[in-house]
């Protein structure tokens, strides 16, 4: 039974990512992009990593490809994607596809050292069995243990770099006009019981409060 | 039988009885669709002061099916410019996610059905209510492909609503739960459920309760959060272009939403299948209790759909982000201090 399903996701799996690189409208990359993450997901469940699974399919499925799908499905659609640009850019967009090939190749060889470093090993293990009590593995309990006592500082790292990412995304949006004038006027101590935009017929028909 | 065990039922029962199980849970969500639909027309038709359907059958009663007759039999047609394979996609997409969600809601404790120890419940997931954002977050996909795939504008602006509503939202909802996790110290929600014996968490977690229903409101694109919808501005959203068995579905799908929604506010606030006062029935109306106080939530679903207007989409923006999340995050916040310090 576990071997179908890891059939099927691995075909998942692997259909998605190269349906992202071959697709040629970005839609559907991204769209096979979402298939990709999904599949993944179903061979962490196979690996009894029910959290990793979860967290997979709410933050990449349900909130970044939710974003790209946003964005994508906005401003693209256009016929002539990355791939027809390149291709028609001359000199630079060959230097480019050299430069490509070869990175990719690096990366090729690097996942292969570390597949066949760590996979042959493991390819003929069953896989952490369940087991009651609160220290099994791939539970949240026990990960959450994990994050705040041995992984402590990584942790509060990481979270520390992505607030900081949060706080530039906003900086810089601000700068190109993304956020209008009106949000940089301070708050009337009047207004505080009701903020603003949340809904006057004066709003509504775009005169603010005098 | 203690927590941890609970959790593992899932795992050592027979795989028929799982089998089995999935079959009763998709029949009785199947049978509960209609009658929600009857009971939200017939009480829109009182608050309206008008009597809602009352020709087929006895009191309006077969309307539902009627109605699903009508659709099933209706011609499949879709839009010249759509994308067949994702617009025939999208509603199996939705139905599907639906029916996965409501699997987790407990129906009742393990029951001993002719000497098979059988839990009145789909799967109790380890994960528990990451498992139903998980399908929320899929479920997504079924409003969006279903809008983008329509290829018409009123399609495309309600499925786009639909994604900012969804992802506003969404974060409120998973705080809300945070407070419930903090004071159970479970994610499993039959553990949840056995942690309120002594006091529902309505009572301790009225704020969390408040913020989950409303998230609810809106995670489940109904009024006054429809904008998805939107019937006076977008035609019907993101289902404007669908027609038939493909309507049904997005119909069906909405309204197990709701249900799933009324259930897990039930299991995490409204204390599962616990009766008040101590009363401690048999086994065989731990669903009733459920279904009942189910209802009482679906009820208010209802209610409010009759009652207020529809938001402004700006206001529904502003209210999820600067009212509602701020709000969720601050409970979250007391309620760990909270426990934290009492234990």
Redesign the interface.
């Given at each position: 039974m576990s071997a179908v399903l890891f059939f099927i996701a691995a075909t998942g799996v692997i259909t998605g990512a190269t349906g992202v690189v071959v697709l040629r409208d970005a839609?559907y990359s991204v769209?096979s992009l979402?298939v990709h993450l999904?599949s993944l997901?179903v061979l962490f469940l196979l690996l009894r990593a029910?959290?990793v699974?979860?967290?997979q399919?709410?933050v990449y499925?349900?909130?970044v490809m939710?974003?790209y799908?946003?964005v994508v499905?906005?401003v693209g659609g256009e016929a002539d994607s990355l791939g027809e640009r390149l291709r028609g850019a001359g000199p630079i967009g060959s230097g480019l596809r050299r430069a490509g090939a070869i990175i990719g190749g690096a990366l090729l060889v690097e996942l292969l050292i570390a597949l066949l470093g760590t996979g042959l090993e493991a390819i003929e293990g069953k896989g952490a069995g369940?087991s009651?009590?609160?220290r099994?593995f791939g539970?949240?309990?026990y990960i959450g243990n994990l994050l705040l006592t041995r992984f402590l500082l990584t942790f509060e790292i990481a979270s520390f770099l992505l607030l900081i990412a949060a706080v530039g995304g906003v900086v810089l949006a601000r700068r190109r006009g993304g956020i209008g004038e009106e949000a940089e006027d301070a708050m009337r101590p009047l207004e505080l019981p009701r903020?603003p935009?949340?809904?006057t017929m004066a709003e509504?028909v775009g005169r603010s409060v005098p | 039988m203690s927590v941890?065990?609970m959790s593992?039922v899932g795992?050592y029962e027979p795989v028929w009885i799982q089998i089995l199980k999935a079959l009763v849970i998709f029949a009785v969500a199947l049978q509960l669709v209609p009658v929600v639909l009857i009971a939200e027309r017939k009480l829109l038709g009182r608050f309206q002061g008008r009597y809602g359907p009352n020709r087929v059958g006895p009191y309006g009663a077969l309307q539902p099916m009627a109605d699903i007759l009508k659709l099933l039999t209706k011609e499949q047609f879709r839009p010249t410019t759509s994308v067949g394979l994702l617009f025939a996609l999208a509603p199996v997409i939705s139905i599907l996610t639906a029916v996965a969600a409501f699997a987790i809601i407990p129906f009742g404790d393990v029951q001993d059905i002719f000497g098979t120890k059988v839990g009145l419940y789909g799967v109790d997931?380890?994960?528990g209510p990451?498992?139903l954002?998980?399908f929320?977050?899929?479920a997504?996909?079924g409003i969006?492909?279903g809008g983008?795939s329509s290829g018409s504008k009123y399609s495309?602006l309600g499925?786009?609503r639909g994604?900012?509503q969804?992802?506003s939202y969404?974060v409120s909802q998973g705080l809300a739960l945070l407070g419930v996790i903090f004071t159970a110290q479970t994610?499993s929600l039959t553990g949840i459920v056995h942690a309120q014996a002594g006091m529902w968490y309505i009572v301790p977690q009225f704020v969390g309760f408040l913020i989950f229903l409303v998230a609810g409101f809106a995670e489940t694109n109904r009024a006054p959060f429809d904008l998805t919808e939107a019937d006076a501005e977008l035609v019907g959203g993101y289902n404007t272009e669908f027609g038939g068995g493909r309507f049904a579905s997005y119909y069906f799908a909405e309204y197990l939403n709701v249900l799933v929604v009324a259930g897990v506010v039930t299991t995490v606030f409204l204390g599962g299948w616990l009766l008040p006062f101590g009363i401690d029935p048999p086994g065989w109306v731990d669903p009733i209790v459920v279904l009942f106080k189910m209802s009482l939530i679906t009820f208010l679903f209802i209610w409010v759909r009759a009652t207020l207007p529809r938001?402004?989409y700006?206001?529904l923006m502003?209210?999820g982000w600067?009212?509602l999340l701020p709000l969720a995050t601050l409970n979250a916040l007391a309620t760990a201090v909270l426990v934290v310090v009492t234990h």
């Amino acid at each position: 039974m576990s071997a179908v399903l890891f059939f099927i996701a691995a075909t998942g799996v692997i259909t998605g990512a190269t349906g992202v690189v071959v697709l040629r409208d970005a839609f559907y990359s991204v769209l096979s992009l979402v298939v990709h993450l999904i599949s993944l997901s179903v061979l962490f469940l196979l690996l009894r990593a029910e959290f990793v699974a979860a967290v997979q399919v709410v933050v990449y499925a349900g909130a970044v490809m939710v974003l790209y799908v946003f964005v994508v499905a906005y401003v693209g659609g256009e016929a002539d994607s990355l791939g027809e640009r390149l291709r028609g850019a001359g000199p630079i967009g060959s230097g480019l596809r050299r430069a490509g090939a070869i990175i990719g190749g690096a990366l090729l060889v690097e996942l292969l050292i570390a597949l066949l470093g760590t996979g042959l090993e493991a390819i003929e293990g069953k896989g952490a069995g369940y087991s009651p009590g609160p220290r099994t593995f791939g539970t949240p309990a026990y990960i959450g243990n994990l994050l705040l006592t041995r992984f402590l500082l990584t942790f509060e790292i990481a979270s520390f770099l992505l607030l900081i990412a949060a706080v530039g995304g906003v900086v810089l949006a601000r700068r190109r006009g993304g956020i209008g004038e009106e949000a940089e006027d301070a708050m009337r101590p009047l207004e505080l019981p009701r903020p603003p935009g949340t809904g006057t017929m004066a709003e509504g028909v775009g005169r603010s409060v005098p | 039988m203690s927590v941890g065990l609970m959790s593992l039922v899932g795992y050592y029962e027979p795989v028929w009885i799982q089998i089995l199980k999935a079959l009763v849970i998709f029949a009785v969500a199947l049978q509960l669709v209609p009658v929600v639909l009857i009971a939200e027309r017939k009480l829109l038709g009182r608050f309206q002061g008008r009597y809602g359907p009352n020709r087929v059958g006895p009191y309006g009663a077969l309307q539902p099916m009627a109605d699903i007759l009508k659709l099933l039999t209706k011609e499949q047609f879709r839009p010249t410019t759509s994308v067949g394979l994702l617009f025939a996609l999208a509603p199996v997409i939705s139905i599907l996610t639906a029916v996965a969600a409501f699997a987790i809601i407990p129906f009742g404790d393990v029951q001993d059905i002719f000497g098979t120890k059988v839990g009145l419940y789909g799967v109790d997931v380890s994960i528990g209510p990451l498992y139903l954002f998980a399908f929320g977050a899929v479920a997504f996909y079924g409003i969006m492909l279903g809008g983008w795939s329509s290829g018409s504008k009123y399609s495309f602006l309600g499925a786009m609503r639909g994604a900012a509503q969804l992802i506003s939202y969404e974060v409120s909802q998973g705080l809300a739960l945070l407070g419930v996790i903090f004071t159970a110290q479970t994610l499993s929600l039959t553990g949840i459920v056995h942690a309120q014996a002594g006091m529902w968490y309505i009572v301790p977690q009225f704020v969390g309760f408040l913020i989950f229903l409303v998230a609810g409101f809106a995670e489940t694109n109904r009024a006054p959060f429809d904008l998805t919808e939107a019937d006076a501005e977008l035609v019907g959203g993101y289902n404007t272009e669908f027609g038939g068995g493909r309507f049904a579905s997005y119909y069906f799908a909405e309204y197990l939403n709701v249900l799933v929604v009324a259930g897990v506010v039930t299991t995490v606030f409204l204390g599962g299948w616990l009766l008040p006062f101590g009363i401690d029935p048999p086994g065989w109306v731990d669903p009733i209790v459920v279904l009942f106080k189910m209802s009482l939530i679906t009820f208010l679903f209802i209610w409010v759909r009759a009652t207020l207007p529809r938001l402004r989409y700006d206001q529904l923006m502003s209210f999820g982000w600067k009212v509602l999340l701020p709000l969720a995050t601050l409970n979250a916040l007391a309620t760990a201090v909270l426990v934290v310090v009492t234990h």
